[in-house]
């Protein structure tokens, strides 16, 4: 996927410019005059930045530098990197016809050679430039001072002046600034000798005399500021300056003739406003024959409550406070925090949207017009209002649309109250319907007064509101030990697929309070006993039952492993330490570095629900404070895990005592199950001081066994086999060979692929593959016996072989890729001898490492011959050749390589570059034709996409609408790839690519692990949904409804019709445990109803696993090689959350029902059919205890329903003969 970069925009504070017109509000217009200068000379800096500038910009700079000076005793230090630039700027205007020369000192430091742009600016905006190398014959020095004069008549400047800027560019080393000034010029003498002078109206005329005794003319009246606020019975000053016709200014507030619109709101003397009661007003300030006119606003003297927050559907992006999903990134002045103007709550954000300075709330991920319909803000203009304002629509850090304000609210932004503003976001043409970012900013150059928002939100789409299915908690069955406390949780299934957390609205009850007392979803353990806590919400009532258990000690550690026990670790334990114990006279001594862990394991598999949990005593050692987890497994399954902090004493281990740990088993989410092992991990790769732990006991319930089962509702399970069918293609439970964890399982799989990374560059010839950036790019030959044979005998054929001697079908992935391991020979693609040190190497060659340079840099430029040789479709088509002389014709199924978008990473040693359109396309002709010319009744599968971007895009555009996409019409990549298909057929009456292949890997990765923990679980049923639901969205970078096997069959509909549908790569699951195993099973039953016509699990396939359960229950589930086969029927089931229900009618009628419990506890079934049932039905079934085995029988009752008692996670097969 495409990172995502946060961009920031520099601080810029640019200054009120007087541009030939005065343009804020606030400022009254006199008659024009002449501009005169003083004279004199204008330091800068000189030791210090002179008080008339302040320093806004935004380089790295240190303004009393000591080292390096060239007058006094301190100079500037500047960074001058690209983008960056010192900003002096003086907060009144200067007329440059008074200075003749701008002049500074520059040292280049120890480098020299610096590149700097001078910009003279006004109100922020550039007036003259000049590059400083073209100043300075020779550009800057290095190791000394150089003066740079600028005669600013020479470079254009006439006029006002405000800013001085100097722009870096590029990397580069410091350099040093003193003595900035501008000089004085010829002709700050007025002609005729005599200095202005005179008398104004009210005073003392500001800036002497003028030629012919003219006075300087009063240009205009302004105040500091826009607006102003002040609080009930406090006091601010106001200032009033006068702007001259010289160019000069002067305060004028003790001369001036103040007074207010409504003085019971504010009253004003000399400036100085005092706010009486809560209100709005203006005051008036008049001076030689003009006036200035200032909005105020008097706040209360504490906070503002607001009315209540009002619900939304969607969310709030600001109420009270910004959403976590959201960082403020502005760089204009503003409060998040503002308490007197505010809408609801008790606070709002006060923004200044002066000149361009900006409000940017950033979010995490993208928000995208699919899940909301519009987005909400109430504003307030303050006292002023009528601020011209920009809403500004971001993805990526730049803008993808753009509205006024203004333009959205009648009359413009209001003053002293709140308008409501909702923009339709469809309306806003946002390129893939997407940003990530509302930038607010002015809309035009100067100040404004500020403004005040609230309650900005994004709201969905209306729909109506699902129905609920069911309410149940997050656990049916509790222990707890006296004192104890623990959250339960109610969950709305809806009828819509989804689920919904309704704690808080739920009304919760005990039947006991004596012994469990229930708070909003708290249970309390008060006594021995059992309490069932039930939750109610919307006629729906959920139940659990809690037990106050009794508990008895099973050492599993004291002084050593108890019989029974094994160490396990994966690194050496010392189990006998004797420098810290408990009790007894040893402990375990463990450093908790790099992930590393203590595994005691059993021999025995116990139930866990025979147990409450662990108890055992740890020793922080010297530091304390160590990071760890305590971890429940089943052999190499994770079942669960607690963060060790969560119980120790004020978060954080002890160091130098021995604390007592108690963990609830209730705590890992289990509650059902087996478990045969627990492991305390370090849960940081840093290293960290050792502990010790002593004293370990599994805690049994000496009351096992006595909690009931809960109330929960019936599934209705209903078929209907009059609707439409699909044929179930028996090549959807196909898997891929797996060179690193062979295939051990004796279930004759009607499809094996012969694919991964490692095939991309398999030699046939030489038996020899590269491993690609999965193993160093190293070429690794197979094991063979008798290599002088080869071709003969090599590992692809031994493949195949045996495929065929179970009547499978071989899909073999051929490379295109254009490159072939050269030798049957250990060969590496990125040496460090030769390509220098990197980031990690192989442990078993030290030379070979990743092609990545310790800085994070890539090797570029390495020789693809260092372990490879080009090769053509020649190669392949001798290969077909050599396995049509071996099998008799009998392989003809050929993929295009394997996931060919990604070569730049997966095989760039040999393919660097980001594979387009067109090579994608290049490769499917050149090869396709020559496999096709070679075997007519050859089915080719293409592309072979990798996943989710691949889709849509190529590579070249980094998974987004980029030049490559552009350039082919716009058209998503697969789309487009149809289309050739089609076009190719249609002029050479040649079909090239028979399969649409694609690969899908869920991208919440706790899916595809081996975890089987609650979040684990639900995550893994839910993302099935990603196979056809129209409405779920996975909790993935995807954030849309991926919906994948719909999706691709309305493209192939579309643009090639009739050509098949394959999935060569998909994993739910990639441990032993039951979840991974029924969400395998019901995945094959989803391929089966949706049409897939082919599909390959990629992971290894061991035998006496859940995930082999999953396909025995469709190629073997009564051990004697019946199998599931028909066609699709429509199966709806009243819960599909908790219990999957799938049909397939066989072609003698018989009705094979599979139900998959993904629940926690039993559940039951009612299956009733259009066609009324009769008889007794058989049963199959795999669950936590048992491998696929028969499960009894159910009989049909009246009506011709039957009811099926579904154990707790577990799959079963109800086999109906007509």
Not at 672 to 682: H, K, L, P, S
């Amino acid at each position: 996927m495409t990172k995502r970069t946060k961009r920031v925009k520099p601080l810029r504070l640019t200054a009120l410019a007087l541009t030939g017109a005065i343009l804020a509000t606030q400022i009254a217009i006199a008659a024009p005059a002449v501009a005169a200068g003083d004279g004199g000379t204008l330091t800068v800096y000189d030791d210090a930045l002179s008080p008339e500038f302040a320093n806004y910009g935004w380089a790295d700079t240190e303004l009393a530098e000591t080292r390096i000076v060239h007058g006094g005793g301190k100079s500037v230090r500047m960074d001058p990197d690209g983008g960056k630039a010192l900003y002096f700027y003086k907060d009144r205007i200067l007329n440059a016809d008074d200075y003749d020369t701008f002049r500074f000192w520059i040292h280049g430091g120890s480098t020299g050679g610096q590149k700097l742009k001078l910009v003279l600016t006004l109100g922020g905006q550039e007036v003259a430039a000049r590059e400083v190398g073209a100043l300075l014959p020779g550009g800057v020095k290095s190791g000394q001072w150089s003066e740079v004069t600028v005669k600013l008549k020479d470079i254009g400047v006439n006029g006002l002046l405000d800013g001085i800027q100097l722009w870096g560019d590029g990397e580069q080393e410091p350099v040093y600034l003193d003595d900035i000034a501008f000089l004085k010029g010829q002709g700050g003498q007025q002609p005729g000798g005599q200095q202005p002078g005179g008398q104004q109206p009210g005073g003392q005329q500001p800036g002497g005399q003028q030629p012919g005794n003219q006075q300087p003319q009063l240009v205009g009246l302004s105040f500091g500021e826009q607006a102003a606020t002040v609080k009930e019975g406090e006091q601010r000053q106001e200032r009033l300056t006068a702007a001259l016709s010289d160019g000069s200014s002067r305060d004028v507030t003790a001369e001036s003739v103040w007074s207010s619109a409504d003085e019971t709101v504010a009253r004003v003397l000399a400036g100085l406003v005092t706010g009486a009661k809560a209100g709005l007003t203006t005051i008036r300030a008049v001076y030689g024959g003009s006036e200035a006119v200032l909005p105020v606003e008097v706040v209360p003297a504490v906070p503002s409550q607001g009315i209540p927050i009002e619900p939304v559907d969607g969310i709030y992006v600001f109420d009270d406070a910004l959403n976590g999903q959201f960082t403020d990134y502005s760089w204009a002045q503003r409060s998040l925090q503002e308490s007197y103007t505010i809408r609801s709550g008790s606070r709002s954000i006060r923004f200044e949207p002066d000149n361009d300075n900006g409000l940017y709330l950033y979010s995490s991920w993208g928000i995208t017009t699919k899940d909301y319909e519009k987005l909400q803000i109430w504003i307030n203009g303050g006292p002023a209002g009528g601020q011209k304002v920009k809403l500004v629509f971001m993805a990526g850090g730049q803008p993808v649309s753009e509205r006024l304000l203004g333009d959205l609210i009648p009359g413009g932004i209001p003053s002293g109250g709140w308008s409501k503003i909702e923009l339709m976001l469809a309306d806003l043409g946002l390129p893939n319907g997407l940003f990530d970012g509302i930038l607010l900013a002015g809309a035009n150059a100067g100040d404004q007064a500020p403004i005040y928002l609230d309650d900005i939100a994004l709201v969905k789409k209306y729909v109506a509101p699902p129905a609920i299915v069911e309410v149940r908690m997050n656990t049916h069955q509790l222990v707890l030990l006296p004192g104890e406390t623990f959250r339960l949780d109610a969950e709305a299934f809806l009828d819509n697929g989804v689920t919904d957390i309704v704690s808080n609205k739920a009304e919760w009850q005990s039947d006991r309070p004596d012994i469990v007392r229930i708070d909003g979803g708290l249970a309390t353990a008060k006594a021995a006993g059992i309490a069932k806590i039930t939750a109610s919400y919307k006629n729906h009532t959920a139940s659990a039952y809690v037990q106050v258990a009794q508990i008895g000690q099973e050492p599993v550690y004291e002084d050593g492993l108890t019989a029974g026990y094994f160490n396990r670790s994966w690194h050496e334990k010392d189990l006998a330490n004797t420098e810290q114990v408990h009790k007894g006279t040893r402990s375990v001594k463990f450093e908790p570095d790099g992930w590393d862990g203590v595994w005691f394991g059993s021999q025995t598999k116990r139930e866990i629900a025979d147990y409450y949990g662990i108890e055992f005593w740890i020793h922080g050692g010297t530091t304390g404070g160590q990071k760890l987890m305590v971890h429940a497994y089943d052999n190499y399954t994770p079942l669960g895990a607690v963060n060790l902090a969560d119980y120790a004493p004020e978060g954080k281990l002890p160091a130098g005592q021995w604390t007592r740990i108690v963990v609830n088993f209730a705590d890992m989410g289990l509650s059902e199950g087996r478990f045969d092992g627990i492991i305390f991990q370090a849960a940081t790769e840093d290293n960290q001081a050792a502990v010790y732990i002593d004293d370990v006991f599994l805690l049994r319930n000496l009351q096992a066994g006595r909690l009931p089962q809960p109330e929960l509702p019936t599934v209705q399970v209903g078929i209907d086999t009059s609707a439409e069918r699909r044929v179930v293609n028996p090549d959807i439970y196909g898997i891929n060979f797996n060179d690193m964890h062979p295939n051990d399982s004796s279930l004759a799989f009607p499809v094996q692929r012969w694919g991964g990374n490692n095939t991309t560059r398999y030699n046939w010839e030489l038996d020899v593959a590269n491993r690609a950036s999965d193993w160093y790019f190293i070429n690794y030959p197979y094991e063979n016996d008798r290599p002088e044979q080869l071709p003969h005998g090599s590992t692809s054929d031994r493949f195949v072989d045996g495929v065929l001697a179970q009547n499978g079908k071989v899909l073999l992935t051929v490379p295109t890729i254009g490159w072939t391991p050269k030798a049957r020979a250990i060969d590496y693609g990125f040496s460090q001898q030769k390509y220098g040190p990197q980031q990690s190497r192989a442990d078993e060659r030290r030379d070979a490492g990743n092609g990545v340079r310790p800085d994070g840099t890539l090797i570029e430029n390495n020789d693809p011959l260092d372990t490879s040789k080009r090769i053509g479709p020649d190669f392949v088509t001798r290969w077909m050749d050599h396995l049509k002389g071996r099998t008799s014709d009998r392989v003809n199924d050929y993929a295009l390589d394997n996931e060919p978008e990604i070569w730049h990473v997966t095989h760039r040693d040999v393919h660097p570059n980001a594979p387009t359109y067109d090579e994608i396309w290049g490769f499917t002709e050149q090869y396709g034709s020559a496999i096709k010319a070679k075997d007519p009744n050859s089915n080719i599968y293409g592309p072979t996409s990798w996943g989710w971007c691949a889709y849509f895009y190529s590579s070249a555009d980094n998974c987004a609408d980029g030049p490559d996409r552009q350039a082919h019409g716009g058209k998503p990549f697969l789309e487009w790839y149809l289309q050739k298909i089609s076009e190719y057929k249609k002029s050479k009456g040649v079909q090239l690519v028979d399969y649409l292949d694609i690969h899908f890997y869920p991208q919440e990765n706790v899916v595809t692990s081996g975890e089987e923990g609650p979040a684990a679980a639900k995550r893994r049923f839910q993302s099935l949904k990603s196979l056809y639901d129209p409405n779920f969205v996975d909790q993935s970078w995807i954030q849309e409804p991926i919906r994948l096997i719909p999706r691709m069959k309305e493209m192939i509909e579309q643009h090639m019709p009739g050509m098949k549908l394959a999935i060569t790569e998909y994993n739910f699951g990639n441990g032993d445990g039951i979840t991974a195993g029924l969400a395998q099973a019901e995945a094959l039953a989803i391929f089966g109803r949706e049409g897939v016509d082919l599909a390959t699990r990629f992971g290894a396939m061991k035998a006496g696993t859940y995930i082999e359960d999953a396909f025995k229950l469709y190629l073997d589930y009564d051990g004697r090689g019946s199998k599931v086969s028909g066609t699709s029927v429509s199966t709806n089931s009243s819960n599909e959350n908790a219990v999957g229900a799938y049909t397939i009618e066989g072609a003698d009628g018989r009705l094979y029902v599979l139900l998959f419990n993904k629940d926690t506890v039993v559940r039951k079934a009612e299956v009733k059919s259009d066609e009324a049932m009769s008889g007794s039905a058989q049963l199959y079934r795999f669950d936590s205890k048992t491998h696929v085995a028969p499960a009894g029988t159910a009989t049909a009752g009246q009506g011709g329903a039957i009811a099926v008692q579904l154990p707790a996670r577990s799959a079963t097969l109800v086999v109906w003969n007509p």
